[in-house]
């Protein structure tokens, strides 16, 4: 059963304009959500966090919202750069008891320039 | 570079075969996760280490096994290796046991049953 969920694999965005990338999860008791970028052969690197009792957090081009009602978080890049494509992938965090984080399948976003 | 290492980058072996993949974390860090991650799969967590004790279990199968040496460098092992163990290993390492610390993952291990 997978608790997080990336329904889109793959994304097009022209760049210079907004990229969209959503995430949803299931479990109510996540409490920390983060963003990776992975590029082809290296491994993921971090790129943005939120705690559960936050509903936006920013990082110069990188916005990542929030909605716990709906268990839904989404990554907003604006404005998009062709170094920007990549996989990216969200997880969660579940704190019961030991910290495991829960992953997503990515998705493949491509900047069109 | 995030300054966490892996070794081998590559290993291609048979079925049935032993394997070990090995896992230098970033200088400092006391915590080492390992990742699985399948042909269009995202990343399946295995198991974390702190410190040399296990904290975390994750899916990880019989067949497999880790450990985090004093040196704070971790290993894990594949045994039985089935073709459907084919995949993406990445190691993972943070300060601390993971409230709020970010991970570090190095390149990855890519490993291919025949």
Known sequence: ??????????????????????????????????????????????????????????????????????????????PSQPGDSAVYFCAARSPSGTYKYIFGTGTRLKVLA | DSGVTQTPKHLITA????????CSPRSGDLSVYWYQQSLDQGLQFLIQYYNGEERAKGNILE????????????????????????????CASSVGQGSYNEQFFGPGTRLTVL
């Open chain 2, 63 to 90: 067949r497999f096994s880790a450990q985090q040496f004093p040196d704070l460098h971790s290993e894990l092992n594949l045994s039985s290796l089935e073709l459907g163990d084919s995949a993406l290993y990445f």
């Open chain 1, 1 to 78: 059963d997978q608790q997080v969920k990336q329904n889109s694999p793959s994304l097009s965005v022209q760049e210079g304009r907004i990229s969209i990338l959503n995430c949803d999860y299931t479990n109510s008791m996540f409490d920390y959500f983060l963003w990776y970028k992975k590029y082809p052969a290296e491994g993921p690197t971090f790129l943005i966090s939120i705690s559960s009792i936050k509903d936006k957090n920013e990082d110069g081009r990188f916005t990542v919202f929030l909605n716990k009602s709906a268990k839904h978080l989404s990554l907003h890049i604006v």
């Open chain 2, 15 to 22: 079925t049935g075969q032993r394997v070990t993949l090995r």
